[in-house]
């Protein structure tokens, strides 16, 4: 065994693991690595030549090389295996230790394992990654949830490793429980409807203008030099460049049009369900990925209802590419209104009491949604940290009222086009609807009540009344 003792541990040395350990020895932490698989142990090795760094394929060993008190990282694939690792690790631990899980784990199962390993004498905490492989090598944006003394323990070291903007680190405490795993959650709901939307934005200059792809390439390079600017747009632009070698046309030309998925962005729309928060363009980013994989059904469709679609028609191209822009914009900013009103009710439903200001302010370097707009965000809750709905803010207003009437142009053609836009629509019909003092529901309450007798409420009467509706000519009152 080496003298050295290492000061955190990582268990799990694919991409994001050894990328985390190789920053952390950059910032001078030494670090030990696990994994079963020794290919993984030499690259890590080899990559981290020079440096603090060593990998261990037994799990003994790996843990009695630490510093106690012990800090470990778990980066594995949700679910079972992180139990699996818990438990194969508990007996190699003593008291005080730290066990972060560094995965995309659903919330609900870090709230077990918290008062799981609680009850063992054990500190854990779950924490949300964000920023990919290049993230975790030069700065990811981290969402650490749970035990606090714990986090406090290794702060330096994650302080150290995470992206900067402005100088400050894009790691903060997120909250109690499974916080942070709930952040990342969220975090990935909005990256699936900015995916969706920016796919759909591809879909139309593509198909409903008949643009090149060279052409798409310099509209998405110049849009993601100005309001639009963001990490999803600036790999857009490099992926309507990128050719194999050798090849005479983009590789995303070969790209068959199925959307993979691993979770997080379907169970973002079932909590949000489980709250009662309304958060469409996230719902229609999961849903459209779904629909894609039904591939021989759309080309079915495609023949059956072929003169259905065609180009857009417009008396100014540059004019509409100027109102796409805007559309994007504007449901780009419905996408992360959704998601942070998202997180503002969770906060209260979870007492996780989250500081919405800070959690924009981390997402601004490092992450995948990391975009200019977060700034916007970031001052809003700045201003008010009781805001409940970024559309109140006043410099959102300004910015909504500025790209509706881009939107709604945007959708009508596209719509008489026959091209679907479903995240899109999906973002106008969540404005419109917020801002619509009555709604029709009242007829939902009435038909609930009539075939149901669900009960409705009467405006400016107190109390929860109930009607037989096939009396309505004996004219009878509503019972109270």
């Known amino acids: 065994m080496p003298d050295t003792k290492y000061k955190f541990g990582m268990i799990g040395l694919g ?36 440096t603090p760094v060593k990998g261990f394929t037994e799990l003994h060993e790996f843990v009695q090389s630490l510093q106690t008190p012990r800090a470990i990282m778990m980066l594995v694939p949700a679910g079972k295996i992180v139990d699996s690792v818990i438990e194969e690790l508990i007996p190699l631990l003593e008291k005080g230790d730290i066990v972060i899980d560094g995965g995309n784990s659903h919330f609900t199962d870090t709230n077990v394992r918290v008062d799981y390993l609680e009850s063992k004498g054990l500190h854990f905490f779950g924490m949300g ?6 993230g975790a090598r030069k700065g990811p944006s981290m969402m650490p949830g749970g035990d606090k003394e714990a986090y406090n323990f290794v702060k330096p070291v994650l302080e150290a490793i995470a992206a900067k903007v402005d100088g400050q680190p894009c790691v903060t405490y997120i909250g109690p429980g499974a916080s942070g795993h709930f952040v990342k959650m969220v975090h990935n709901g909005i990256e699936y409807a900015i995916m969706q939307l920016i796919s759909e934005t591809y879909g139309i200059l593509k198909n409903g203008l008949g643009f090149d792809n060279d052409k798409i390439e310099s ?8 309001k639009l600017q963001s990490f999803l747009m600036e790999i857009t632009s490099d992926i309507l460049k990128f050719k194999k070698p050798g090849s005479d046309h983009l590789l995303i030309d070969d790209i068959k049009d199925e959307a993979r998925a691993k979770g997080t962005g379907k169970w973002t729309s079932q909590i949000a369900m489980d709250l009662e928060t309304p958060i469409p363009s996230v719902d229609a980013a999961v849903s459209t990925r779904d629909l894609s994989k039904y591939k021989a059904l759309r080309v079915e469709l495609s023949e059956l209802y072929a003169d259905v679609q065609s180009k857009i028609k417009t008396e100014n191209q540059d004019e509409f590419v100027k109102q796409l822009e805007d559309a994007l914009y504007f449901s780009m900013i419905t996408a992360y209104t959704q998601g942070m009103h998202l997180l503002f009710k969770a906060s209260i439903a979870y007492n996780y009491k989250l500081n919405l200001g800070s959690i924009a302010q981390i997402w601004r370097g490092g992450c995948i949604i990391r975009s200019a707009f977060l700034e916007d965000i970031f001052q809003a809750y700045h201003k008010d940290d009781d805001l409940e709905l970024l559309y109140t803010d006043a410099n959102v207003q300004q910015k909504i009222k500025e790209t509706l009437p881009a939107i709604r142009q945007v959708l009508a053609s596209a719509t008489v086009a026959g091209l679907a836009l479903p995240a899109h629509a999906a973002s106008l019909n969540y404005f419109d609807n917020f801002r619509t003092a009555n709604m029709p529901s009242n007829l939902i309450q009435a038909q609930r009540d009539y075939f149901g007798a669900h009960t409705y409420e009467l405006i400016g009467k107190e109390g929860v009344f109930h009607t037989v509706w096939t009396d309505v000519d004996k004219d009878k009152k509503e019972k109270p």
């Open 219 to 226: 509209v998405f390079s110049g849009w993601s030099k100005g």
């Open 129 to 134: 990654i964000s920023g990919g492989e290049e």
């Open 15 to 50: 991409t994001m693991g050894r990328n985390l350990l190789l920053n952390m020895a950059d910032h001078d932490f030494a670090g030990a690595g696990y994994d079963k698989n020794a290919d993984q142990i030499a690259l890590l090795e080899k990559e981290g030549d020079g």
